[in-house]
């Protein structure tokens, strides 16, 4: 069936189908614990409010939320998030900096195709969030990949980096980073390091995404400081979602950043979808003014502690031996490193035939490292599925050794 | 406030700020009557119906609504909107054939990045809809405009077109019709002329992109048939939506074409938004299911009917010396064409002046033809403002000749 080849537009060759999601269809049906979804566990939604909610949207303003409106966003729901983000720690100047968009993915498209041309250099984390790697690849960019450890990531090799591509007469455009309990790793990154980030960004002038979907429930402790409340250089464009503190189906995201490129990501967004749901961005609006994201928030938080400690404790018991991992403060994900170099793609199968399955950590990665690393999330397993899953993963392993 | 132009990829230049949106910005606030949008009137909304769905659907599957949802579509919603389309004529063989999009505007953007090169030839209709138009731009395609009558898009004209192409070696890729109801003429193709179309994409081997928003509620008359389902050749890619025979602010669109093509889409879609949003999505199945989108249908029709007459009757009053216009099936537009050589870009600013606002037809143009026509809306204002709002254009014109 290759009558449409011959139509398809030059760029379309690197939209890659990901073999990972082929694999994953496997698992479709079968009696198969999954960790290899990124899904909010859906008794953090608040059914009940939300149907006040939606309830008083249409009672009360059906006439505007069920309408056309700014491409922009709804401006009202945008005076409502810009206290929102106040109240997190995140202050905006300007109503011109926010753009509402279709869940943070599309803030990332915006973003990227705003900036990016093809060949300029992206700093990313290794491993690095999929979504967006496929954002930089499908825009043909060179990707330049920074490792990252228990900090985040390696500002210093940062450094060593940019000064060569200095030396070669080379720039970096921009840097793309998830640093609070990024996917996939669930690595936090330190102050120190993020203060490092910047300065570097101002030096070497380039841009910061920041792209912070797990930075409202932190566990414990504080939440680290978000790049954009450190940037006095107006370098750093903030992108997030309200899909892991309302509910991911109404898909509302923003990002927030200089007004310049905030206005031509609405320029593109007009091509692209024209706005983003009314409905859904009213729904969001009053679930931040009657409290209920804040209610989630807090739900969420205190659940997937408790799962993030299972997972820890049922790693720490069956897979000591065999792995490493990361030890999250918060978001969905932990990394898992074995020991040995067993490929975690080729070990996807038998995991499958074995009733669990995971995403092999290689398709996070530019390079080819990683073979040996998996991500687990934990949000959406119950607690026995945790337990039982990993059970079935360390024996997976061990028959693999 | 030039820091930032560096960083902006070449494509971003692409990217123009409406100059028509600029001047109807003067018109807020201000007690004038608008025939420059496009909105559906609100009271078309059946928002006590929508309360019920939108309350059912939290209660019975807020786990499912509330949460991540497939790229292409949820699949319960794409089954419904399969046997919406046969109800309507439109038979969809197979449900790879189909996405949900974002409005149809995204489904425009995803077929366009899909398809379109550099430079490629697109057909498009003189005048022809801005916001497509504005997509073809921004990748730099080589746009063809081919003239409408009364009929639609002269396909003779376009025969000759092909003929000299060919000729020069040249080929067209695709050509980009809205042949129901058109925005902004508000023309019809005839059957004649669709049969002719379809012949000639074969002959000349290039696709169709069918934009079809206005086709569900034809005021009188049977509902012309779709180019989709003339077409034996699978050469047209169809696509429509919600926003006017349900709700706009839902933000629900699709397209129906090849599977192959269907397919690249998805991957384009899931760069851009991920998926659209899940809980619009159950709504709108609730509302096909439940009669309320053939409920909105029939109340679009007759409400539309009424303020179209009133339109044409108050253009017949008061502009039959200075103008002539079109005579919509459906759709929300009329297209007048001043009888003299009167800019309406500049007519607009004495317009504003006087009351009353409209969009310049030259937006809709590719070449220089158009200065003097301009594009009313009748769906929105009142039956007291078309009345009222015509005059006052009438007036402008007369103190403009």
Chains 1, 2 share one sequence.
Not at 51 to 72: C, G, H, M, W
Not at 135 to 152: A, H, N, T
Request: charged fraction near 25%; include cysteine; glycine fraction near 6%.
């Amino acid at each position: 069936m290759d009558k449409y080849i011959k139509f398809l537009s030059k760029r379309t060759n690197k939209l890659k189908a990901s073999e990972i999601r082929e694999l994953l269809k496997l698992t479709e049906g079968k009696n198969i614990i999954s960790f290899a979804g990124g899904l909010p566990d859906p008794t953090v939604f608040d059914k009940d409010k939300l149907i006040e909610i939606a309830r008083d949207v249409l009672e009360n303003f059906s006439d505007k939320a069920l309408q056309y409106s700014p491409t922009r966003g709804v401006s009202v729901f945008i005076e409502t998030l810009k206290n929102f983000l106040l109240d997190k720690g995140i202050n905006i100047s300007n109503n011109d900096d926010i753009i509402v968009t279709t869940g943070s993915q599309e803030a990332i498209y915006l973003a990227s195709t705003v900036l990016i041309d093809r060949r300029d250099a992206i700093i990313v984390e290794e491993p690095t969030y999929l979504a967006a790697l496929n954002v930089f690849k499908y825009l043909e960019s060179r990707l330049m990949p920074v490792p990252i450890d228990d900090d985040g990531m390696n500002t210093e090799v940062l450094e060593d980096y940019l000064r060569k591509l200095r030396e070669d007469g080379r720039r970096v455009k921009l840097a793309y980073v998830n640093p609070t309990c990024q996917n996939p790793s669930g690595t936090t990154m330190s102050i120190a390091r993020r203060k490092h980030l910047i300065e570097l960004a101002s030096q070497h002038d380039f841009l910061i995404l920041e792209d912070d979907p797990y930075g409202y429930f932190i566990f414990e402790g504080e939440r680290p400081i978000p790049l954009k409340s450190l940037d006095r250089d107006e370098r750093v464009l903030y992108m997030s979602t309200f899909s892991k503190i309302l509910a991911p189906g109404l898909r509302i995201g923003w990002a927030v950043g200089p007004a310049e490129i905030i206005r031509y990501m609405e320029l593109a967004k007009q091509n692209v979808d024209l706005h983003s749901s009314t409905f859904s961005q009213y729904i969001v609006m009053e679930a931040i003014m009657r409290g209920v994201v804040d209610a989630t928030i807090e739900r969420a938080r205190s659940l997937y502690k408790v799962k993030r400690d299972a997972m820890l404790e049922a790693l720490e018991q069956n897979m000591h031996t065999t792995a490493t991992w990361t030890k999250p403060i918060g978001g969905l994900f932990i990394m898992v490193t074995l020991k040995k170099k067993i490929d975690t793609k080729k070990l996807l199968l038998k995991a499958i035939e074995k009733g669990v399955a995971y995403v092999p950590g290689g398709s996070f990665y530019v390079s080819r490292r990683g073979s040996n690393t998996m991500r687990l999330n934990y949000s959406y397993p119950t607690l026995t599925q945790i337990r039982e899953g990993i059970n079935r993963l360390a024996l997976t392993i061990k028959e693999s050794t």
